[in-house]
């Protein structure tokens, strides 16, 4: 069975401080995986995409950025924590793309202060 | 452009009650369609999906969603409600290409379901 695990489960940060995000999924060869970020209370928004080991395509920018160092691992990360990155981090993955189901992880929730 | 519109920030309904969630969509393509939950504090739960054929879909927890072309739209259904359904509702257009890989999501709806 395919497994999805995020870290941390939750991070409060100050803000100019750096931040690395992780997810990792395991069961699956050379899935998709997407970072999704949510607002208090807003809707999901996608952050990146990547369909294979050390390509990642950006979707909205946000002082972010992305990596996939390994088939089963997506890293987020900043240099520079800003307030604006305070909410709701999701690691997804998909077997393809269209026509497929997207499985999330739990999350990282953060908090910048 | 590709979006998804849920025009109902929140809706409230007595347990026993009927429960529609509405969904519209904006896509050139043929649409690939999803239905999210999202209870307090926790990620995301798929519901169900659209991808083609029977227009009337249904999915977990004992929801259904039908799909319309004609106005489209992808509403999500459920009879009888029960309180353990209040949470938020996503609805999603998978807005994949041969290029790029994109899940749109509406604004959510937050649903309350009271005894």
């Known amino acids: 069975a395919q497994t999805i695990h995020q870290w941390p489960v939750a991070e409060i940060k100050a803000v100019g401080s750096p931040l690395s995000l992780g997810c990792t999924i395991k069961?699956?060869?050379?899935?998709?995986l997407y970072w999704y970020w949510q607002a208090t209370g807003g809707t999901l928004q996608q952050l990146f995409y990547s369909i294979t080991v050390g390509q990642v395509e950006s979707v909205v920018q946000l002082n972010l950025s992305a990596s996939r160092p390994k088939d089963d691992q997506f890293i987020l990360s900043t240099e520079k924590l800003l307030l604006s990155h305070s909410g709701f981090y999701l690691c997804a993955w998909s077997l393809h793309r269209g026509n497929s189901d997207y499985t999330f992880g739990s999350g990282t929730r953060l908090l910048v202060i | 452009a590709q979006s998804v519109d849920q025009p109902d920030a929140h809706v409230t309904l007595s347990e026993g009650a009927s429960l529609e969630l509405r969904c519209s969509y904006s896509y050139s393509a043929a649409p690939y369609l999803f239905w999210y939950v999202q209870y307090p504090g926790q990620s995301l739960q798929f519901l169900l999906k659209y991808i083609t054929g029977d227009t009337v879909v249904k999915g977990t927890k004992g929801f259904e969603a039908e799909f319309r072309k004609s106005n489209s739209s992808f509403n999500l259904k459920k009879s009888p409600a029960h309180w353990s359904d209040s949470a938020k509702y996503f609805c999603?257009?998978?807005?994949?290409?041969?290029?790029?890989?994109?899940?749109?999501f509406g604004q959510g709806t937050s649903l309350s379901v009271v005894p």
């Open positions: 069961g699956k060869s050379s899935p998709n």
């Open positions: 999603a257009l998978d807005a994949a290409s041969s290029s790029f890989s994109k899940l749109v």
